[in-house]
């Protein structure tokens, strides 16, 4: 099994909500099957099949605070977590479920 991970439609906040950092964007998680021969380490991983199992798009919110030494930022975060203050809360599927997830499982696996 393959999950790419892509992110979209990001923004910035600075220094907002007695947080330095906050960063909202959404989560793209794309769960492939495997590319054929990946295991192989002299194929590297020929291009196998890319039909997707399971798809979804998650909206997310990260919460930092950034520390400034000698021109060095030390990045701290706070929270990361699902945005769950939209219309997402009320999502009970994936976009794409080619292997039948049930409206329980699905709320599980959120």
């Known amino acids: 099994m393959r999950l790419d991970i892509t992110f979209k439609d990001t923004k910035v906040l600075f220094f907002n909500f007695d947080t330095d950092l906050i960063f909202e964007y959404t989560m793209i998680m794309n769960w492939t099957p495997d590319d054929a021969h990946a295991e192989d380490p002299a194929n590297k991983g020929e291009k196998g099949t890319k039909e997707t199992i399971f798809y979804d798009e998650f909206q ?7 520390e400034m030494v000698d021109d060095v930022g030390y990045l701290n975060i706070l929270n990361h977590k699902l945005d769950l203050n939209n219309k997402f809360a009320q999502t009970i599927s994936p976009e794409k479920n080619t292997i039948n997830v049930t409206e329980n499982e699905y709320r599980e696996f959120l």
């Not at 997310?60 to 950034?66: F, I, N, S």
């Open 60 to 66: 997310m919110v990260t919460t930092a605070t950034l």
